[in-house]
């Protein structure tokens, strides 16, 4: 059979260990998503940063060269320079095939550096029908591609119907320019019952879900973790590395001496800490020592990686020494007492009922109390993230 089918060879990396996208997904991924958002040359004057199209390649490269195959962008990054460099690139190298790329409609792609007319802008914002065309079609050219691996609805408009979304999206599947759907930015009942009209009515459901969650902001395991969890959703957090706030003193001492403050469009000090994060910080400098951690930002992406299955992190950045340093967190293996450690630092609170009645592996006070008088119960165990394998396997 070896001599038909030989094995492939060790992983260069662990970025090329590759898992199931979700229950309802089954594609295999690279465990990292290289975000886009920087990768393009059209943001430089809002305070984001861009990156000409060589710096770009070169990123790219080393990202796909590592094993990485799962890219995240949108129609609007980089006023759509991020979408079209990738397109390029893939191109160029002829390996769109081995590339898993997600993107996104619902924002004005055209509001900067468009000849357009302020009367004319309306038509190309939102998740309605007409927005979604224009967006899909843009993109595919942009892309230099015929299909999108996974389309995002990027955030929750208010005004389109649910079941305009839905019947909409379902149809760039039936067509082929789709392949899955993925939701961001967007209130978990929302995509609960986005995802129960879908299946009610024979179209596509949303199989990600995509959103802000790191260790200093941890509102993300309210509600949408656990929508999730029951939808068979894979989850893609955004804003792991907190906006760049997780750092040691040491670095912050050596940006402070370099002038380098991180992004400005949220104001110049916006990459300042408070002393709550600090002490998060501590902490993870604290467990990064214990496990042998070269970087605390590390041992930040593992704790998402560890909490629940299926968490693909979108890791941005410019520079290919930064995102190899944030790979060394899939070698990261936390105990369950390092992340309640880390987690006890800021107590995070749930807020009613989550306070009251707990989660479903995990009861609060009140339900265990009704239950446990009503006879002894065994329950299933909470489903188990995947560690890392080790480096020499």
Same mark, same amino acid.
């Given at each position: !059979?070896?001599?038909?089918?030989? @094995?492939?060879?060790?992983?260069?990396?662990?970025?090329?260990?590759?898992?199931?996208?979700?229950?309802?997904?089954?594609?295999?991924?690279?465990?990292?998503?290289?975000?886009?958002? /920087?990768?393009?040359? #059209?943001?430089?004057? *809002?305070?984001?940063?861009?990156?000409?199209?060589?710096?770009?390649?070169?990123?790219?490269? =080393?990202?796909?060269?590592?094993?990485?195959?799962?890219?995240?962008?949108?129609?609007?990054?980089?006023?759509?320079?991020?979408?079209?460099?990738?397109?390029?690139?893939?191109?160029?190298?002829?390996?769109?095939?081995?590339?898993?790329?997600?993107?996104?409609?619902?924002?004005?792609?055209?509001?900067?550096?468009?000849?357009?007319?302020?009367?004319?802008?309306?038509?190309?914002?939102?998740?309605?029908?007409?927005?979604?065309? !224009? /967006?899909?079609?843009?993109?595919?050219?942009?892309?230099?591609?015929?299909?999108?691996?996974?389309?995002?609805?990027?955030?929750?408009?208010?005004?389109?119907? *649910?079941?305009?979304?839905?019947?909409?999206?379902?149809?760039?599947? %039936?067509?082929?320019?789709?392949?899955?759907?993925?939701?961001?930015? /967007?209130?978990? $009942? %929302? %995509?609960?019952?986005?995802?129960?009209?879908?299946?009610?009515?024979?179209?596509?459901?949303?199989?990600?879900?995509?959103?802000?969650?790191?260790?200093?902001?941890? =509102?993300?395991?309210?509600?949408?973790?656990? !929508?999730?969890?029951?939808?068979? !959703?894979?989850?893609?957090?955004?804003?792991?590395?907190?906006?760049?706030? *997780?750092?040691?003193?040491?670095?912050?001492?050596?940006?402070? =001496?370099?002038?380098?403050?991180?992004?400005?469009?949220?104001?110049?000090? /916006? $990459?300042?800490?408070?002393?709550?994060?600090?002490?998060?910080?501590?902490?993870?400098?604290?467990?990064?020592?214990?496990?042998?951690?070269?970087?605390?930002?590390?041992? =930040?992406?593992?704790?998402?990686?560890?909490?629940? @299955?299926?968490?693909?992190?979108?890791?941005?950045?410019?520079?290919?020494?930064?995102?190899?340093?944030?790979?060394?967190?899939?070698?990261?293996?936390?105990?369950?007492?390092?992340?309640?450690?880390?987690?006890?630092?800021?107590?995070?609170?749930?807020?009613?009922?989550?306070?009251?009645?707990?989660?479903?592996?995990?009861?609060?006070?009140?339900?265990?109390?009704?239950?446990?008088?009503?006879?002894?119960?065994?329950?299933? @165990?909470?489903?188990?993230?995947?560690?890392?394998?080790?480096?020499? #396997?």
């Amino acid at each position: !059979m070896d001599k038909m089918f030989p @094995p492939a060879p060790p992983p260069q990396s662990a970025l090329a260990r590759y898992r199931l996208l979700s229950p309802r997904a089954g594609v295999h991924v690279s465990p990292i998503q290289l975000g886009a958002m /920087s990768i393009g040359d #059209q943001w430089t004057d *809002i305070g984001i940063g861009s990156m000409d199209k060589e710096s770009s390649f070169k990123l790219l490269d =080393a990202f796909f060269d590592n094993g990485g195959n799962f890219i995240d962008t949108a129609n609007s990054y980089q006023d759509g320079s991020s979408e079209a460099f990738i397109g390029e690139w893939a191109e160029q190298r002829g390996i769109r095939d081995q590339l898993f790329i997600a993107t996104k409609y619902c924002n004005n792609w055209r509001v900067r550096g468009s000849s357009l007319l302020p009367t004319n802008r309306p038509l190309f914002i939102g998740s309605n029908a007409k927005s979604l065309k !224009m /967006s899909v079609e843009a993109s595919l050219k942009k892309l230099r591609t015929d299909y999108i691996d996974v389309f995002y609805v990027h955030w929750w408009d208010w005004d389109t119907s *649910i079941e305009e979304v839905m019947v909409s999206l379902h149809n760039l599947v %039936v067509q082929g320019k789709v392949l899955y759907l993925g939701i961001s930015d /967007s209130p978990a $009942w %929302v %995509v609960a019952k986005a995802n129960t009209y879908a299946r009610c009515n024979g179209l596509t459901p949303f199989i990600m879900y995509q959103g802000a969650w790191n260790v200093m902001d941890r =509102a993300f395991e309210r509600e949408i973790i656990p !929508m999730a969890q029951e939808e068979g !959703m894979a989850l893609a957090p955004w804003n792991v590395l907190a906006g760049g706030k *997780i750092r040691t003193d040491e670095e912050e001492e050596k940006r402070l =001496a370099s002038g380098e403050h991180g992004r400005k469009l949220f104001g110049p000090d /916006s $990459w300042l800490r408070t002393e709550e994060e600090k002490k998060v910080c501590k902490a993870l400098e604290k467990v990064a020592e214990e496990v042998g951690a070269k970087s605390i930002g590390a041992v =930040a992406i593992a704790y998402v990686l560890l909490k629940t @299955p299926h968490v693909f992190p979108i890791i941005g950045g410019r520079k290919v020494e930064h995102l190899i340093a944030n790979l060394e967190a899939l070698e990261i293996s936390l105990s369950d007492e390092q992340i309640k450690y880390i987690e006890s630092v800021v107590p995070f609170d749930p807020g009613f009922p989550h306070n009251m009645l707990g989660s479903k592996y995990d009861l609060g006070l009140v339900a265990r109390g009704f239950l446990a008088a009503s006879g002894t119960r065994d329950n299933l @165990p909470k489903p188990e993230p995947i560690r890392p394998a080790g480096k020499s #396997q």
